[in-house]
C-alpha cells in the first residue's frame, strides 16, 4: 500500500500522547524520511517527533493546506482523537505507506 504523490495532511509523533507535528506535504514518504533523518531543523529534530501515525490524503495543494491549518487550530485532544479514529496503538505507519 504505497503512498500515493499527492498531496497529504499528516501528524507525526514522539510517542503515544507525546508531542505532536502537523504538517502538509505532496510526497508523505519523502517528508515523513526527511523528519525522521533529522534532516530538518525544528521541532521535529529537537523534540525526537518521528513517528508517521496520521495521514489523510487530498485532491489538490490548497485542499490539503486549508485542511491542515484547520488541523493546527485544533485543541490537543481533538488531535488525539483524529488519531485514535484511524490508529488506536499509535503504530508508525511509514513503513506501511513507504512500500
Known amino acids: 500500500m504505497s503512498a500515493p504523490k499527492r498531496p497529504a495532511v499528516y501528524i507525526l509523533a514522539s510517542a503515544r500522547n507525546g508531542t505532536l507535528y502537523v504538517g502538509v506535504t505532496a510526497d508523505l514518504i519523502r517528508r515523513t524520511w526527511e523528519h525522521r ?7 521535529t529534530k529537537r523534540y525526537a517527533v518521528h513517528r508517521l501515525v496520521f495521514a489523510e490524503f487530498h ?7 486549508l485542511r491542515e491549518k484547520q488541523v493546527k487550530k485544533w485543541r490537543r485532544d481533538w488531535k488525539i482523537e ?9 503504530l508508525d505507519f511509514y513503513d506501511l505507506y513507504a512500500r
Open 59 to 65: 485532491d489538490t495543494m490548497p485542499d490539503a493546506i
Open 37 to 43: 533523518t533529522d534532516t530538518v531543523d525544528g521541532v
Open 82 to 90: 483524529l488519531i485514535e479514529s484511524v490508529n488506536p496503538e499509535w
